[in-house]
């Protein structure tokens, strides 16, 4: 079993706290894909508006969530006796699993996956962003 990533807000606050000290990082970074992209500031202006700086910056605090990845076997027993409610996504009959503790939900999401770790990843951490961290961030 093996952890990424480093974020893993314990209360509504924290969540927005750390979502919004990623909006500094969101705007650099679009700002200099655009500028790789050869964007005159023309362009920049046209193309480069409020919701694609919120797209980055979501994007950018669910890929920092802290994500735990093992076989099935140390899923199952991490998650024995928690407390959580489990939300679990994928199939029952794959060997691995990545998961995200959303503390202050009171939920764990999980994923399943067989060969492809870091697409499992990914996948869960858009859907514990969508489901469990975009209404506290609104």
């Given at each position: ?28 970074v ?8 050869d ?19 979501d ?6 969530l802290?994500?735990r ?70």
């Amino acid at each position: 079993m093996h952890t990424e990533g480093t974020l893993a807000p314990d209360s509504p606050e924290a969540a927005r706290a750390a979502y919004e000290s990623c909006g500094p990082a969101a705007r650099t970074v679009v700002r200099e894909v655009a500028r790789a992209m050869d964007f005159d500031r023309a362009e920049y202006e046209e193309r480069v508006d409020a919701d694609v700086i919120a797209t980055a910056r979501d994007a950018l605090f669910a890929s920092l969530l802290e994500v735990r990845v093992g076989d099935r076997g140390e899923f199952d027993a991490w998650f024995d006796g928690r407390g959580e409610a489990l939300d679990a996504h994928g199939s029952e009959n794959v060997d691995f699993v990545a998961w995200h503790v959303v503390p202050f939900a009171g939920v764990v999401v999980a994923t399943t996956y067989q060969n492809e770790e870091a697409a499992a990843v990914a996948t869960l951490r858009r859907i514990a962003f969508a489901e469990h961290y975009r209404e506290v961030l609104a």
